[in-house]
């Protein structure tokens, strides 16, 4: 059945989800690395394909800008269309002094500005985190291609302009990059009892006025796809 965000039925979607925030990305992934993929979904122009990786069947989805728009699209996922994965791939901006243009970054937790986690009526501080099993695995795959990478905490903020300037105080503790949808993702995982994890590569340092193009965002970030899809079919 069919959701407001969706237009997928029961069976369409694969048990392991790729999902780029950019839903351009997502189509590119799928013409470019998935054997016969067929779009499930295009509403609101937030493509959905599912298709099939080194004999694994594999989906891509967009999810959009921000937590509440990921907050739809992987709920969904995982209570509508019985999704046990997703691999987040997206962007980040580089906080640390350590990580550089186009490094990987692989997201072990978020840290958030986000009151998305109010709605579960704790009585603390949550602290979103990745799955063991999809973290353990995309290290392997990353170490194996040799590429550059940290694995660590980033940011989920709300805001992308940020009027606080608040970039200094999460990089004194230890905070990796920003971006704005994992905190959610993780959340909604932990919640549905199912495994996400979160994959960036860096596409600017705004502490260092360093910035890529937008055409490289796109579709430029192989490393960082092909990371995700071979841990895809390694689980």
Same mark, same amino acid.
């Given at each position: 059945m069919s959701t407001p965000h969706n237009n997928a039925e029961k069976g369409d979607i694969a048990k392991t989800v790729i999902m780029p925030g950019d839903p351009l990305r997502a189509k590119f992934i799928a013409e470019n690395y998935l054997e016969n993929p067929v779009c499930y979904n295009e509403v609101r122009g937030m493509y959905g394909y599912t298709g099939v990786y080194k004999g694994k069947r594999i989906s891509v989805q967009g999810s959009g800008m921000g937590m509440p728009s990921m907050a739809i699209y992987s709920w969904e996922l995982f209570s509508e269309y019985d999704v046990d994965n997703i691999i987040r791939t997206g962007t980040a901006g580089a906080i640390s002094d350590n990580v550089s243009l186009r490094d990987i970054i692989i997201a072990m937790s978020a840290s958030t500005n986000s009151a998305y986690a109010s709605q579960y009526n704790l009585p603390?501080?949550?602290?979103? *985190?990745? =799955?063991?099993?999809? #973290?353990?695995?995309?290290?392997?795959?990353? /170490?194996?291609?040799?590429?550059? !990478?940290?694995?660590?905490?980033?940011?989920?903020?709300?805001?992308?302009?940020?009027?606080?300037?608040?970039?200094?105080?999460?990089?004194?503790?230890?905070?990796?990059?920003?971006?704005?949808?994992?905190?959610?993702?993780?959340?909604?995982?932990?919640?549905?009892?199912?495994?996400?994890?979160?994959?960036? *590569?860096? =596409?600017?340092?705004? #502490?260092?006025?360093?910035?890529?193009?937008? /055409?490289?965002?796109?579709?430029? !970030?192989?490393?960082?796809?092909?990371?995700?899809?071979?841990?895809?079919?390694?689980?």
């Amino acid at each position: 059945m069919s959701t407001p965000h969706n237009n997928a039925e029961k069976g369409d979607i694969a048990k392991t989800v790729i999902m780029p925030g950019d839903p351009l990305r997502a189509k590119f992934i799928a013409e470019n690395y998935l054997e016969n993929p067929v779009c499930y979904n295009e509403v609101r122009g937030m493509y959905g394909y599912t298709g099939v990786y080194k004999g694994k069947r594999i989906s891509v989805q967009g999810s959009g800008m921000g937590m509440p728009s990921m907050a739809i699209y992987s709920w969904e996922l995982f209570s509508e269309y019985d999704v046990d994965n997703i691999i987040r791939t997206g962007t980040a901006g580089a906080i640390s002094d350590n990580v550089s243009l186009r490094d990987i970054i692989i997201a072990m937790s978020a840290s958030t500005n986000s009151a998305y986690a109010s709605q579960y009526n704790l009585p603390g501080t949550y602290a979103p *985190t990745a =799955s063991w099993e999809l #973290l353990s695995q995309a290290v392997k795959v990353t /170490e194996n291609k040799g590429v550059n !990478f940290h694995v660590g905490n980033i940011f989920s903020s709300d805001t992308f302009y940020d009027d606080a300037g608040s970039l200094a105080q999460w990089q004194k503790m230890g905070v990796l990059g920003i971006e704005m949808e994992t905190a959610a993702l993780y959340m909604n995982a932990s919640r549905a009892g199912k495994n996400a994890l979160c994959i960036l *590569t860096v =596409s600017d340092c705004p #502490l260092k006025n360093l910035s890529t193009t937008a /055409e490289e965002r796109q579709s430029g !970030f192989r490393n960082m796809m092909e990371i995700a899809l071979e841990t895809a079919v390694s689980i």
